[in-house]
Nanobody, 125 residues
Framework: QVQLVESGGGLAQVGGSLRLSCAAS??????????MGWFRQAPGKEREFVAG????????YYADSVKDRFTISRYTGDNTVDLQMTSLKPEDTGVYYC????????????????WGQGTQVTVSS
């Protein structure tokens, strides 16, 4: 069973940058057909798709709200997925989760099979 652990959250100022990382345990296997996603959840709001990447091809997908500001990358050698966040805005604040979807590309949280514990990102003005 794959387990996911996020790291790299913290406090940033508006316009600043943060890099999140998600490490998958080697006890489970990530297949080329799988899809890795980053979601975020702000207080009182639903969990929303931020970015995702096809494990096999590395093709990225982004929510419109983060396009051209965030970059997702995957490293198959050490089973990690990073999210580089730049030009941060206060509305980027929330708990960021890494998740695995065995069925492929999806933006709906309930379709994902494995979740990390989340890491807090706070953007202050």
């Amino acid at each position: 069973q794959v387990q996911l652990v996020e790291s790299g959250g913290g406090l940033a100022q508006v316009g600043g940058s943060l890099r999140l990382s998600c490490a998958a345990s080697v006890s489970g296997r990530i297949y080329s057909s799988h899809f890795m996603g980053w979601f975020r959840q702000a207080p009182g709001k639903e969990r929303e798709f931020v970015a995702g990447i096809r494990w096999g091809t590395g093709k990225p997908y982004y929510a419109d709200s983060v396009k051209d500001r965030f970059t997702i990358s995957r490293y198959t050698g050490d089973n990690t997925v990073d999210l580089q966040m730049t030009s941060l805005k206060p509305e980027d604040t929330g708990v960021y989760y890494c998740a695995l979807n065995r069925g492929g590309y999806e933006t709906t949280a309930r379709t994902y099979d494995v979740w990390g514990q989340g890491t807090q990102v706070t953007v202050s003005s």
